[in-house]
């Protein structure tokens, strides 16, 4: 029996698949449990048009994901940290502070996409990279300067 898959099943495949399966396991499992849809004429139609609009989301996402990045380019964020003789610096800059400060621009991001994850200890200016979407990395300036105390 070959079957459409409705969500994520463990072992059988993954969502808008179609697979073949034993006919006892797709009529007493994956229908009867909604995982699944016996394939038709009709259901593979379906099928189409969802896997359309998902690419038309996708190419979505990723265009306001490219908007992002190329606004995100002309960012600096500045960031004081104390520093000690010679221009020792005493603490750093984290992925937390980086997300809190673009927060305040009106740029949510999640700190994990964040793909530079060591701290910044250096003062000056530093390149981090963030993922964006899967295709679309984008690239920040963040600025640190010293404050003797």
Known sequence: ?????????KKVGKKGEVVEVSDGYGRNFLIAKGLAVPETKHSMEILSEQKAEEAAEEAKREAEARELAAKMEKMILNFTVKTGVEGRVFGSVSTKQITEALAKQGVRIDKRKIL??????TLGITNVRIEL????????????????K
């Not at 899967?134 to 690239?139: D, P, R, S």
Request: no cysteine.
């Open 1 to 9: 029996m070959r079957v459409i898959l409705k969500s994520d099943v």
């Open 116 to 121: 530079d994850t060591a701290p910044i200890q």
């Open 133 to 148: 979407h899967k295709n679309v990395i984008g690239t920040i300036r963040v600025k640190l300067f010293g404050s003797e």
